[in-house]
């Protein structure tokens, strides 16, 4: 029988390579819902393309656009976030969580609560609604699965069935576009550098916490909710061929790592299969073209986002909120020009220091965190702006 899946994000990086994967099995996958922020054109094209039973836009100012979009189709068009969260309830078998943002967590959230296998590609329901999301999946019989590339790895290498035979997890970063700059180099470079990833093809946000190394402190935070490891043995390591997407050792000294192409199609695939395999179209790994694996220590005065990330996840409750949302705002300044590459950090650690909530009980307070923490991010970061 095929599986119900739907996509969440499905205009982003991640949904087209979700759907590349499903169009290319299509006696396998039917798609029952299909979202988007605010491209009408792209939602329209995929929600005809697989004949989608619903397809959403976010802003639902563009929702006449859309139906216009789909005259002549079956598919149903509505508009809003709360129709984003009527689509991720709809009770799909596969669900693929993209959506960027706090704008995904009440989706998820639903999704979970629907039962059925939840695909996490964005950050912010393991970082900062995690207690809240799993617990939900262990109420509900949800079954969360990582779409990053590392946490992948670490689920294809890790012993569920023996988690205290685990010594520690590695999870390997590339370094991004700056690993070999010095912090003046780092000072002077331009939002057109930051998001030129050597590796990875990824969106602006997520290629600049590539570059501060924000983004692999994320993951560490991730990884703590999804394995069941002391946070104290999670390391990272710079690893800037990509090949290596993350490490497992277990206490007799073997080491366990997944290797592969730098295509999210694979880990994608794994999700989608699981816990079967299913062919992609990836390019086989060529290991004597690569050659050699180089390995490094991350430089923690170049890249103070991993000290704030671990401060975070060991103070717990609302911090890695806070911190995810900060540094929403301070990309975006970065992105916009108004701040240099370094105050990224600078702003997210005072935004830190300013801003200490209660821990969040309800989805609902992890948004309200979320838009305070953004506010204290503006006002730390008007000593930085020129």
């Known amino acids: ?19 590349d994967l499903i169009e290319r099995a299509p006696d396998a996958f039917e798609v029952l819902a299909v979202t988007a922020k605010s491209d009408v054109r792209k939602l329209a094209e995929i929600a005809r393309r697989t004949q989608a039973k619903q397809a959403v836009i976010a802003d639902e100012r563009l929702l ?39 704008a995904g967590l009440e989706p998820v959230m639903a999704a979970v609560k629907a039962g059925g296998t ?5 950050k912010e329901p393991l970082v900062s ?3 809240l999301i799993l617990s939900a999946a262990k109420d509900h019989g949800a079954t969360i699965l990582p779409a990053d590339s590392e946490h992948n790895a670490i689920f294809q290498c890790f012993d569920f069935s023996r988690p205290e035979r685990v010594r520690r997890i590695i999870l390997t970063a590339s370094g991004g576009p700056f690993r ?26 997520i290629s600049v916490d590539s570059a501060t190394l924000m983004n692999k402190g994320l993951e560490l935070i ?41 295509d999210m199609r694979t880990p994608i695939a794994h999700t989608l299969a699981w816990p079967d395999r299913m062919e992609t179209p990836v390019a086989p790994l060529d290991l004597a073209a690569i050659g ?3 390995f490094a220590e991350p430089d923690p005065e170049r890249f103070p986002a991993l000290r704030l990330c671990r401060q975070a996840l060991e103070a717990g409750g609302a911090r890695p909120a806070v911190l995810n949302a900060a540094n ?37 307070d992890v948004v309200v965190i979320d838009r305070e923490a953004r506010l204290e991010a503006a006002e730390a970061m008007k000593v930085f702006v020129d």
């Open 1 to 19: 029988m095929k599986r119900s899946v739907s996509i969440l994000g499905a205009t982003g990086s991640i949904g087209t390579s979700t759907l």
């Open 64 to 102: 006449p656009a859309l139906t216009d979009a789909l005259l002549g189709t079956e598919t149903k068009a509505s508009g809003g976030n709360g129709a984003i969260v009527e689509a991720a309830a709809m009770g799909a078998d596969w669900t693929m969580a993209a959506i960027m943002g706090c």
């Open 118 to 122: 939840v695909v996490l590609a964005n």
């Open 129 to 131: 609604a995690g207690e």
């Open 180 to 205: 070999d700059l010095s912090r003046p180099e780092m000072a002077a470079v331009t939002p057109e550098q930051a998001v030129a990833h050597p590796v990875w093809s990824m969106g602006a946000k």
């Open 222 to 262: 991730e990884a703590a909710r999804l394995f069941p490891v002391d946070p104290a043995r999670i390391e990272i390591i710079l690893h800037r061929q990509s090949v290596i997407h993350s490490l497992v050792e277990y206490v007799d000294g073997s080491m366990l790592a997944q290797l592969g192409s730098p």
């Open 292 to 294: 050699r694996l180089d």
């Open 328 to 364: 929403e705002v301070a990309v975006a300044a970065f992105l916009d020009r108004r701040i240099a590459f370094l105050d990224i950090a600078a702003i997210v650690e005072q935004t830190m220091e300013r801003y200490d909530p209660a821990a969040p009980k309800r989805i609902e």
